[in-house]
């Protein structure tokens, strides 16, 4: 074995060594929490914020605001849309969501003031409680035409968006905010252009001046003409693509939570993760070719964290572990996950504090419930 490879595995080890030391928590982090039943669509995402003690949930059509003591404090409802991944910005306060109208080829980010969410049965109508900016990267790519038929084929099998994080520009673990998005990616078994994940990377700083409230008789394109980067991570077809994405500063790490795909020449993970001072690198992006293998495309790709399950013949590496409908980092090693629940009419969530392991069989753990 090469010295360097010697080098990585021991370093691999360290680090899953250090981080597999159950973390004692904080006194004010619940263990465990459970938001709903509502009468709302499933949950797709939660936001943290720590410092003033509440959590924030995604049902689709209507975002849930608890405290820490798990007493519900206000929801907030009234778009037809698809309220996606949430995260929260602790610059502006604010809570930030994607949210889509697929049938309208309209893609945006919203930005929730969540603060003043305090009451159950609040409403976005005639107020600015929610604004959101017009992602028009995304529109182009769910409604391209790639054959000249006049049919949307959806580019690198677009499907919309859903993960959202703030963190840092890729190939660094320090300096400003952006705000990363996911695509939604088709789960077409069929294509060899959708196996890639697709991740824009936005300034937000300015976007108090681009949103807008959203009004779905006649939806704005306020928002920025292209985004400060786009890249490309090869993990194989996922259904639906990052449905929630997460930064962890301690980990100095990048997660990202799938639906499984269906793919038989992949290994279908769950969970993906990069780490944050990996280079995107411009390259031939692998299944973006004519059928004859030429011109192929080049993107900026990503690679993946040389951790996980790894898979011999793709290359690729991840884990099975559950982490599409909330997946939220609290630092130190600590996280939130969480699982949905209920039946169409009686959706629920359930949020429980973990703790990274590092190990490829079970990369988390549940915090005990007794304190040590």
């Not at 509440?54 to 209507?62: E, P, R």
């Not at 309209?106 to 603060?115: K, P, S, T, V």
């Not at 108090?208 to 991570?233: M, N």
Request: with cysteine; charged share 20%.
């Amino acid at each position: 074995m090469m010295r360097s490879a010697i080098v990585a595995l021991l370093l691999l080890g360290l680090a899953q060594s250090a981080h597999s030391a159950t973390p004692f928590p904080p006194a004010d982090l619940p263990r465990e929490q459970v938001a709903g039943p509502f009468a709302s669509g499933h949950v797709q995402g939660i936001a943290v914020d720590r410092k003033g003690g509440f959590i924030y949930y995604s049902f689709t059509d209507m975002l849930a605001k608890y405290d820490f003591e798990g007493q519900l404090v206000g929801t907030l409802t009234g778009w037809s849309g698809h309220l996606g991944d949430l995260d929260f910005n602790p610059v502006d306060g604010r809570v930030y969501g994607s949210l889509e109208y697929g049938k309208q080829d309209a893609f945006y980010i919203a930005m929730i003031d969540g603060a003043r969410i305090d009451r159950v049965g609040m409403t976005v109508a005639g107020t600015d409680l929610l604004r959101a900016v017009y992602l028009p990267e995304v529109t182009r790519d769910y409604a391209a035409d790639l054959d000249g038929d006049g049919k949307a084929d959806h580019r690198y099998g677009c499907s919309g968006i859903d993960g959202v994080a703030f963190g840092p520009a890729f190939g660094r673990s320090d300096g400003p905010l952006y705000l990363t998005v996911a695509y939604g990616i088709y789960g077409d078994v069929a294509r060899s252009d959708n196996d890639h994940q697709v991740l824009l990377q936005y300034d937000a700083t300015g976007w108090g001046r681009e949103a807008q409230p959203i009004d779905e008789k006649a939806l704005h394109h306020s928002g920025p003409t292209t985004p400060r980067g786009k890249y490309f991570v090869l993990t194989g077809n996922t259904r639906y693509g990052v449905q929630n994405l997460a930064y962890d500063s301690s980990l100095q790490r990048w997660f990202m939570g799938v639906y499984q795909g269906a793919k038989p020449d992949w290994p279908n993970y769950l969970l993906f993760a990069l780490d944050a001072r990996s280079r995107p690198r411009r390259q031939a992006l692998q299944g973006l070719a004519s059928p004859q293998g030429m011109n192929p495309e080049k993107g900026l790709l990503l690679p993946l964290a040389q951790d996980g399950v790894h898979d011999v013949k793709t290359g690729v590496r991840g884990w099975y572990q559950k982490a599409d409908v909330g997946i939220q980092p609290l630092g130190d090693g600590l996280y939130y996950l969480v699982q949905n629940d209920g039946v169409r009419g009686a959706r629920s969530a359930f949020t429980r504090l973990m703790h990274w392991t590092g190990f490829s069989s079970k990369p988390f753990e549940t915090m005990p419930m007794a304190d040590r």
